[in-house]
């Protein structure tokens, strides 16, 4: 009995590109099953909120240049989505404020709405303006996501398997990052142990402190936005528990002003919490 390839795509079929290099490597897979081409059944969505790194973008856009691959660029819009590109892309944490406003408080470890609202609704949506999904909930649950074989806890809340290939295939970071080293391109930003430190929202709430304070420490300017966000929030939440992205750790006001003091009150071994933005 031949084995069964879980990269191939049969039916409608949403890959769920973060713009990290584990997601980038799922959809390369896939294309390689499809003999170097994107089945007609799926389609590629990278969800943009606005705080992402400079090269990630720049990353998302060279895997559609170099593999011909169609990759969506949507972000979060109150009442639906946007579809945007390389060029008009937000790059100034836009979609995120206006989801905040909307909120009036902050996303934090317990409810953690950012990933929901600024990336799975929206695709979602696409997915049911394109009518291969007959309703919401199918369409938030169609996508394949980048998750790897050497991240079980994470793939232990993936019911449907076939969501998530690269555990099935048994591929782990070390996979991604050989694949990777002998590429004619790749994400212009630091490979840690597999860990891609500036990855995703840049100075995500669910990184670790000591992480987040290297972060702001080697590029000040990161922390203003988040500041900012946590100033907003104070005078729109109903209680002060609204105002902040983490009640455990200092305010990103306080992490920047610390970091120019060189200061450093967090565990190196701090361990970042899993999140479903992807690699």
């Known amino acids: 009995m031949s084995e069964i390839d879980p990269f191939k795509i049969d039916s409608p079929t949403c890959i769920s590109f973060s713009g990290g290099r584990t997601s980038a490597y799922m959809l390369w897979r896939v294309l390689q099953s499809g003999g170097g081409q994107l089945p007609c059944q799926a389609v590629v969505c990278f969800a943009n909120t606005g705080k992402e790194d400079e090269k990630t973008l720049e990353f998302v856009r060279d895997c559609s240049v170099n593999w011909n ?33 909307k909120r009036n408080y902050l996303p934090n470890p ?50 449907d398997k076939s969501r998530i290939p690269l555990v099935t295939a048994g591929i782990t970071k070390k996979d991604v990052g050989d694949f990777w080293r002998n590429q004619s391109f790749d994400l212009q930003l630091p490979n840690n142990n597999g860990v891609t430190m500036h990855g995703n929202c840049d100075l995500c709430f669910l990184k670790g402190g000591h992480q987040i304070l290297s972060l702001i420490t080697e590029k000040p300017e990161r922390a203003v936005w988040w500041a900012k966000m946590e100033a ?10 609204g105002a902040v ?28 919490i899993a999140c479903f933005c992807g690699d």
């Open 69 to 101: 691959v169609p990759i969506t660029w949507l972000e979060y819009a109150e009442v639906d989505y946007t579809i945007v590109n390389f060029a008009t892309a937000s790059r100034n944490g836009e979609p995120f404020e206006a989801l905040i406003r």
């Open 110 to 159: 317990v409810t953690r709405f950012c990933t929901s609202e600024l990336k799975i609704r929206p695709i979602g949506r696409y997915l049911l303006s394109l009518g291969i999904a007959n309703s919401k909930t199918e369409a938030e649950n169609m996508s394949m996501i980048g998750m790897r074989a050497d991240e079980q806890r994470r793939a232990a809340k993936i019911a």
């Open 232 to 241: 907003l929030a104070l005078a729109l939440a109903s209680k002060p528990s």
């Open 245 to 272: 992205f983490r009640s455990d750790r200092p305010s990103y006001a306080s992490m920047l002003k610390f970091s120019q003091q060189q200061q450093n009150m967090f565990d190196p071994d701090e361990e970042a």
